[in-house]
């Protein structure tokens, strides 16, 4: 596979990738470090919430879409890294059993105002189950190289 540099992405350009099995071992073994709230972490507490059983933290859903990001979007290509993201959200819980995919969506891209050998890609990434029930949505920018500085004016 080619390295991808700013260049290779254009507005409207989708692409789905990613194949992540969720466990509840998984799911408690996150929220126990990082968000340990009764209905991530004790399955049988979690039956009495108003959820009705164990889901995912929000901020597990994240680093597992971030993952399947890396491994198959951005592992082979010029990124700079992320100024941050505009918007996220959790749509409806992820539980065990559930396998998770990834849909990219270009909404557009920008040479950098100052820095012309880089430009800024803005996504929208949705993450969805097995039955493509979206499940986290997220609008963020990554920064690429340039194959080739565009000269300046």
């Not at 992405?9 to 340990?36: C, L, M, N, Y």
């Not at 009764?38 to 901020?59: L, Y």
């Amino acid at each position: 596979m080619d390295k991808k540099y700013w260049e290779d992405f254009k507005a409207d350009q989708t692409e789905e990738f990613g194949h992540r099995e969720v466990s509840e071992k998984e799911v408690i073994e996150f929220a126990t470090e990082f968000d340990p709230q009764s209905f991530h972490i004790d399955p049988v507490a979690a039956k009495d919430h108003f959820f009705g059983g164990i889901i995912a933290s929000g901020w597990h859903t994240g680093s597992m879409l971030m993952r399947m990001i890396v491994d198959e979007q951005i592992s082979n290509s010029a990124s700079m890294g992320s100024p941050g993201m505009d918007e996220l959200r959790w749509i409806s819980p992820v539980r065990p059993g559930e396998t998770l995919h990834v849909r990219s969506e270009v909404l557009e891209t920008n040479l950098h105002r100052k820095k012309t050998d880089r430009g800024f890609v803005k996504f929208r990434y949705t993450v969805l189950n097995q039955d493509d029930q979206t499940k986290m949505t997220m609008i963020s920018s990554i920064l690429f190289g340039c194959r080739t500085a565009p000269e300046q004016n």
